[in-house]
């Protein structure tokens, strides 16, 4: 759950996922095309638990409860979104680097981390960690410190190599990063607090993606399973087939289960897959679910207990419970849908922040929330463009 820039978006009420991601989910591995922003005029009233949706040519604000738009943003080119990880600030990642985005108040703050084909976005333990697949330059921040509208003290590491990567900084300061050139990726490392390296593992291949389980195992995806890094110590979990990659996953910090896509075409120009993997961290085993429809790489989220969440083509979000695998029901969410060949072209997105579901509806210029709990649609809205990214802010928790 990506590539040299991703995507997202709607509304809801605190919370999101353990990590994020991009927010979190990538399905390409291409630049982003983009200009200089410009925004409109900002009253001075801010927007409630703020999302915000990309649409061709810029941003919306909307409110999280009501979905009423609360400002729109000009911003020419290809634009992902992502959680920053506090109760204000949306990462954008444009076609320069990631800027910071004040949701709350509509308007770019001026912080920006500068470099060719901004990546993942990832929120863990307090931290937030951006990776640049162009420099493969990794920039570590608290996001706590985004308030005063300056760029935070953080902690930085350039990998060996330019990549597709991600990384992501664990409790007692060890930082784990992705291995790869431009060519190829192999694995990953991890660096104890001074940027030592004391961990490496190469048996990953085209690692994509990352995700954090209860008790801080940290998963990455491989084309033949998973790569868990816990306690110290990297293991795999491998796929049932030769090529089964797992590319963009999602976790919670109340499971110690990761959800992931499965796809085991590996000549495909697009693979619609119709299985998900649950791979559970603490047994280092993948359990396969045909879901009966198929999905893309902006289906994929967790629940408030735990839930591993899929949004179908079929329009209905399943939850799923992740350690039997057993679907427990179908939410209608959107009209059927098919994935575009191209990852970058707007398809349904689904984002979850505590008990609400966020699903957009592009064909129909439509968002809409949705109670997981009653599966009934909280608030819906048209708006004047097709968005395509959505995402919002999630507050540390």
Not at 57 to 69: H, I, K, N, P
Not at 234 to 253: C, H, L, V
Not at 266 to 281: N, Y
């Amino acid at each position: 759950m990506n590539t040299s820039i991703r995507t997202r978006a709607l509304t809801g009420t605190a919370l999101t996922l353990a990590v994020a991601t991009v927010l979190t989910a990538c399905g390409g591995e291409d630049p982003s095309t983009g200009a200089k922003a410009t925004t409109s005029p900002t009253p001075a009233k801010t927007v409630k638990d703020p999302l915000v949706a990309t649409f061709d040519g810029g941003l919306y604000v909307l409110d999280g409860a009501s979905l009423e738009l609360g400002g729109t943003i000009a911003l020419p080119g290809f634009n992902r979104v992502s959680p920053a990880g506090d109760g204000d600030h949306v990462i954008v990642s444009t076609d320069s680097g990631f800027r910071v985005l004040n949701a709350t108040g509509r308007s770019f703050t001026g912080v920006e981390y500068q470099g060719a084909k901004p990546g993942h976005v990832v929120r863990h333990a307090g931290r937030t960690v951006l990776f640049t697949d162009g420099t493969g330059e990794v920039n570590v921040f608290d996001p706590a410190d985004l308030g005063g509208g300056e760029k935070p003290e953080g902690r930085g590491y350039t990998s060996a190599e330019p990549h597709h990567g991600v990384a992501i900084e664990l409790k007692n300061g060890e930082l784990l990063s992705t291995l790869g050139t431009e060519e190829k990726r192999t694995g990953a490392l991890v660096l104890d607090k001074n940027n030592k390296e004391i961990k490496r593992a190469e048996n990953c291949p085209g690692v994509h993606g990352e995700a954090a389980a209860r008790n801080e195992a940290v998963a990455v995806g491989c084309e033949d399973g998973v790569l868990i890094y816990k306690d110290g110590e990297f293991t795999k979990a491998e796929a049932p087939d030769d090529y089964g990659r797992i590319g963009n996953q999602a976790g919670s910090d109340v499971s110690p289960v990761i959800l992931g896509d499965y796809k085991t075409d590996q000549e495909a120009e697009l693979e619609r897959p119709t299985r998900i993997s649950l791979v559970d961290t603490e047994t280092a085993k993948v359990r396969l679910v045909d879901l009966g429809t198929s999905y893309s790489f902006r289906s994929l989220a967790r629940g408030p207990e735990g839930e591993a969440l899929v949004l179908g083509t079929d329009g209905a979000i399943r939850v799923i419970d992740p350690v039997s695998g057993a679907i427990e029901k179908k939410i209608p969410a959107v009209g059927e849908w098919q994935e575009p060949l191209d990852w970058q072209q707007a398809r349904p997105t689904l984002f979850v922040r505590d008990h609400t579901a966020y699903v957009s509806e592009p064909g129909k210029k439509a968002l809409h929330a949705i109670d997981l709990e009653t599966g009934k649609k909280t608030s819906s809205v048209t708006l004047p463009k097709s968005t395509n990214e959505l995402s919002g802010v999630v507050a540390p928790h």
